[in-house]
């Protein structure tokens, strides 16, 4: 079983930037981050592997940048340029196979954290 805890959820205003992160309890090959807004389905955002390679929602790229720091097991989300529309839940996943931008192949999730863009 793998524990995801993620933190660094704030509100700010349109324009503005935050910083997520996730530690998890162990190394894992995939990781990612996803995201529900209200009355809407989780979305995929980004996903990073253990070797660094990334893919992207086409509504983040350019803004947004995740990376991972290996020796800490924990991922990060870089959230420039925030718009009303990146407001919800955001939520750290992994899963130890492959690395899809696809909700139903992560194995494990955090409790989320909630970022709030307002115009």
């Known amino acids: 079983q793998v524990q995801l805890v993620e933190s660094g959820g704030g509100s700010v205003q349109a324009g503005g930037s935050l910083r997520l992160s996730c530690v998890a309890s162990?190394?894992?090959?995939?990781m990612g981050w996803f995201r529900q807004a209200p009355g809407k389905e989780r979305e995929g955002v980004a996903t990073?592997?253990?070797?660094?390679?990334?893919t992207y929602a086409d509504s983040v790229k350019g803004r947004f940048t995740i990376s991972r720091d290996n020796a800490k097991n924990t991922l990060y989300l870089q959230l420039n340029s925030l718009k009303p529309e990146d407001t919800g839940m955001y939520y750290c996943?992994?899963?130890?196979?492959?690395?899809?931008?696809?909700?139903?192949?992560?194995?494990?999730w955090g409790k989320g954290t909630q970022v709030t863009a307002s115009s």
């Open positions: 162990t190394s894992i090959y995939c």
């Open positions: 990073i592997d253990r070797a660094g390679r990334t």
């Open positions: 996943a992994a899963y130890s196979v492959w690395c899809p931008l696809q909700e139903a192949a992560f194995a494990y």
